[in-house]
């Protein structure tokens, strides 16, 4: 069955640390992986997504996640937080087929950062 | 301009009650959504439509029925409401064969 696992429920930084956040996937098909954003309350916006190709990528606001297939993984980082980077983040494999998506989202990640 | 639209953004309510959440997307794609975010913010698909056709149901009770009258439009109908309920329900949207998805800014429904 597809699933997708984060493993930090929440994270607490302070302004200027690095961020790691991991993401591993489990799904036989071809991998279309998203990182969403969740602001306080406020919908989810997407950071970026790998389709194909090099697998860093490189989002908005600062953010990278590198696909590394062997390890089934997709884990975002960012070298130097920022408060306003406090939200609730989410991982996700398109596990759809025949042309039409579905999102398998992971449990989420609270992250807090402190000035 | 909004892309993806929700009324109402919260809706309280009692048990037993029938209510809908409306929502439209202008950005011109053809598949919509609707996922469930408990409270422990774990977020599930429910349904999807592409061009007014249900292509996705994810074992949902047959009290949620769904309607797309028409492709910018998906409408979620809950019947016989039940605490278990209470959630935010986010709408989204995608083009037909495109993977990203755009959501809308949910809404908070609390069943008392």
């Known amino acids: 069955a597809q699933s997708v696992s984060q493993h930090n429920h929440h994270v607490i930084l302070s302004e200027a640390a690095s961020l790691e956040l991991g993401c591993n996937y489990s799904?036989?098909?071809?991998?279309?992986l998203f990182w969403y954003v969740q602001y306080p309350g406020q919908h989810l916006q997407l950071l970026l997504k790998y389709f194909s190709g090099d697998p860093l990528v490189k989002g908005i606001k600062g953010f990278e996640a590198e696909f590394i297939k062997s390890k089934f993984s997709f884990n975002l980082r960012k070298p130097s937080v920022q408060w306003s980077d406090t939200a609730e983040y989410f991982c996700a494999v398109n596990a759809g087929s025949g042309g039409y998506n579905k999102l398998i989202f992971g449990a989420g990640t609270r992250l807090a950062v402190h000035p | 301009d909004t892309a993806v639209s929700q009324t109402p953004k919260y809706l309280v309510t009692q048990m037993g009650n029938d209510k809908s959440i409306k929502c439209e997307q202008n950005l011109g794609h053809d598949t919509m959504y609707w996922y469930k975010q408990d409270s422990k913010k774990f977020l599930k698909i429910m349904f999807s439509?592409?061009?007014?056709?249900?292509?996705i149901n994810e074992t949902v009770p047959n009290r949620f029925s769904p309607k797309s009258p028409d492709k910018a439009h998906l409408n979620l109908h809950i019947n016989s409401l039940e605490l278990g309920d209470s959630a935010v329900y986010f709408c989204a949207s995608s083009p037909s064969g495109g993977q990203t998805q755009y959501f809308g800014p949910g809404t908070r429904l609390l069943v008392l």
């Open positions: 439509y592409n061009n007014k056709e249900l292509i």
């Open positions: 799904y036989g098909g071809t991998v279309n």
